[in-house]
């Protein structure tokens, strides 16, 4: 049974470009979140998909955005990049919005902003 | 804010030993709090959990103390192993969906 999967694992950009990461659930799963880990520090929520819609949103500018798919699985965009959006990007599951608190993590994807 | 925080960033444990990690939370309307550990290159792994109204829930070498009292979270590793080694997050939940506040962290180091 597939955990969650993210890609790409690492990349690295330019400041002004734009990045897609993406996120397949672990299997059953329908709920997903995303939250940005920069270093050094706890996992901050950028926000949650459930039935294709954004639920809750944290304190992220409108340059994060994102979607869910049919599948279930999603993408996080981020448009016009800034060095301070370097960090780890983790997509988190549950088998619900409202099922529980134990989320599977991905193990995330790594962006660079040169 | 509302914030979640960890009184140590780094806990050194000899193996074997007992470890105990803790935190302070700010956010008295909490529902839930639960401890993450995350290994070096890996997301956080779900721990333990206890509701707000409990003080004390175990499970395996691990049991988590609340006091709502003073706003403090413990967790407790007993028999610490080589494999404890990781960063450990507590993290706070205050209803609606799945938004979980994580606090810094604090990295345990087993010592063989």
């Known amino acids: 049974d597939a955990g969650v999967t993210q890609s790409p694992t690492h990349l690295i950009k330019t400041r002004g470009q734009q990045v897609t990461l993406r996120c397949s659930p672990k299997?059953?799963?329908?709920?997903v979140s995303w939250y940005q880990q920069a270093l050094g520090q706890g996992p901050q929520f950028i926000f949650q998909?459930?039935?294709?819609?954004?639920?809750q949103r944290g304190n992220f500018p409108d340059r994060f955005s994102g979607h869910q798919f049919p599948n279930y699985s999603s993408e996080l965009n981020v448009n016009a990049l800034l060095l301070g959006d370097s960090a780890l990007y983790l997509c988190?599951?549950?088998?619900?919005?409202?099922?529980?608190?134990?989320?599977?993590f991905g193990e995330g994807s790594r962006l660079t902003v040169l | 804010g509302e914030s979640v925080g960890l009184h140590l960033p780094t806990l050194s444990v000899q193996e074997g030993d007992n470890s105990i990690i803790n935190c302070a939370y700010s956010?008295?309307?909490?529902?839930?709090f639960i401890w993450y550990k995350q290994e070096s290159g890996k997301g956080p792994q779900f721990i333990i959990d206890i509701r707000s109204n409990m003080d004390k829930r175990q499970g395996q070498r691990v049991t988590v103390l609340l006091n709502k009292t003073v706003k403090h979270l413990s967790l407790q590793i007993a028999a610490t192993q080589p494999g404890d080694s990781a960063v450990y997050f507590c993290?706070?939940?205050?209803?609606?969906?799945?938004?979980?506040?994580f606090g810094t962290g604090t990295k345990l180091q087993v010592i063989p």
């Open positions: 998909y459930y039935e294709e819609e954004e639920r």
């Open positions: 988190a599951s549950s088998p619900g919005v409202l099922a529980g608190l134990e989320l599977f």
């Open positions: 299997s059953g799963h329908d709920t």
């Open positions: 956010n008295s309307a909490s529902d839930y």
């Open positions: 993290a706070d939940y205050s209803g609606g969906y799945q938004k979980v506040t």
